[in-house]
C-alpha cells in the first residue's frame, strides 16, 4: 500500500476509507462532504458559487477586507460561512461553494432546487482559464490521498496540462457540465447577480460594489477601494509567500515558495491559457467548447482567440 502523510482528523479520516472498496469509499466521502455542505446552505443569508479556480478566493479577500474594517473586527483575514457572523451577527452569513458535493447528499443532481429561496452570486470565468489553473492546483496543492481517493487521473509526472484539460473528469468537459447545470439551474432562483472573472479584473472596485449591494451592504467608496487594494495581486502574493515558512498549514499559503505555479494566486492573467498549448492543442480544447452556453454568460470566443494568439506570439 502506498505510504500517505496524515497531517489532520480529514486525512485519517480519507485514510480510513481506503479499506473500503473505492466505489464505496468514495460515496461516502462525498456524501459527509455534501452533509457539511447542506447544513451550512440552509443557514446562509448569502451565497458565492463557483467552479474551482474561478477567482473566488481573490472575492472571498476582498469581501473579507470590507466586512472585516467595516465592523473592526480582529486579525480574521478569511471569511469563513460564519466566523464573522459569530463576531458580529450584522455580518450576513456567506456560504462559498465549487457545488461539487451537494448533490450527493440531497440527490438533486439534475437541477438546483437546493439553492431555491437563496440569493445567489455566480462566479463564472474563461473555462480555459479555469483548467489551466485547475491543473496547477491539482498538480501542487492538492493532498496525495484526496488526490488517490477522488481522482480519475494517475497522479503521475508525465500527466501534462494538456492531459488534464481534456481529461472527461477534471476538464473542459467537467467546467462545461458545470456551466450547463447552472445556466439550466437559474430559472429556480428568486434572486441572483451573475460575475464574471474577467470583469471583476478589468474594472474590480465596480464589480465589488454591485456584490455588496446585492448582499444588502452599505459601502463606501473608500471602503470599496480599500477591499480592492488589501487584495491587490502583489500583496496577496507576498502575504503568500510569509506564510509559506512551514510553521502552520494555512489555505492561503503558497505549497512551494520557490514555485510561482504552487501558489493559491498565481498568475491572474485573462486569455493566459494560450501559453501553454501549441495551435493543434487549441484547437482540440476548442472543439469540447459549447458556443451557445458560454455565449449565455458573455463569452464569444471567436472574437478574442486570435488576438490572443497574436499576443502570445508577439511575446507580450
Given at each position: ?25 468514495v ?6 462532504r ?20 474561478a ?10 477586507r ?37 448533490q450527493d ?5 439534475d ?13 463564472v470565468r474563461?473555462?480555459?482559464d ?27 509526472p508525465d ?7 481534456t ?26 447577480l451573475?460575475?464574471r ?13 454591485r456584490?455588496?449591494?446585492?448582499f ?41 515558495p ?8 498565481r ?23 459549447d ?11 471567436d ?14
Open positions: 500500500m502506498r505510504a500517505f502523510p496524515v497531517k489532520n482528523t480529514s486525512d485519517l479520516v480519507q485514510l480510513c476509507l481506503f479499506f473500503l472498496p473505492r466505489a464505496r469509499r460515496a461516502i466521502y462525498r456524501w459527509k455534501g452533509r457539511k455542505q447542506f447544513r451550512k446552505l440552509s443557514r446562509a443569508d448569502y451565497v458565492i458559487v463557483s467552479c474551482p479556480k477567482g473566488r478566493t481573490w472575492l472571498r479577500v476582498m469581501i473579507s470590507f466586512y472585516s474594517e467595516k465592523y473592526q473586527l480582529p486579525d480574521v483575514e478569511l471569511l469563513g460561512f460564519d466566523n464573522f457572523h459569530e463576531l458580529n451577527p450584522a455580518i450576513p452569513r456567506i456560504f462559498s461553494t465549487h457545488d461539487n458535493y451537494l447528499y440531497t440527490g438533486h443532481r437541477d438546483k432546487r437546493d439553492f431555491s429561496g437563496k440569493r445567489v452570486v455566480l462566479l474563461d473555462p480555459r479555469v483548467v489551466v489553473s485547475q491543473f496547477f492546483q491539482w498538480k501542487y496543492r492538492v493532498r496525495p490521498l484526496k488526490k488517490a481517493l477522488l481522482s480519475s487521473l494517475e497522479d503521475s500527466v501534462g496540462v494538456f492531459e488534464f484539460a481529461h472527461p473528469d477534471h476538464g473542459i468537459p467537467r467546467n462545461m457540465r458545470f456551466l450547463a447545470g447552472w445556466r439550466d439551474g437559474l430559472q429556480q432562483l428568486e434572486d441572483h451573475i460575475v472573472y474577467e470583469d471583476l479584473r478589468a474594472n474590480t472596485a465596480a464589480e465589488l460594489e456584490i455588496l449591494r446585492f444588502d451592504a452599505e459601502c463606501s467608496r473608500e471602503e470599496v477601494e480599500d477591499a480592492v487594494s488589501f487584495a491587490a495581486f502583489e500583496s496577496m502574493r507576498a502575504r503568500e509567500r510569509q506564510r509559506s515558512d512551514g510553521t502552520a498549514r494555512h489555505s492561503l499559503a503558497a505549497a512551494d520557490d514555485n510561482p505555479d504552487s501558489y493559491k494566486t498568475r491572474a492573467k485573462i486569455g493566459g491559457f494560450v501559453d501553454y498549448f501549441d495551435e493543434q492543442q487549441l484547437a482540440t480544447i476548442k472543439g469540447l467548447l458556443p451557445d452556453l458560454l455565449a449565455f454568460f458573455g463569452y464569444s470566443i472574437e478574442r482567440d486570435a488576438d490572443l494568439v497574436a499576443s502570445r506570439a508577439a511575446g507580450s
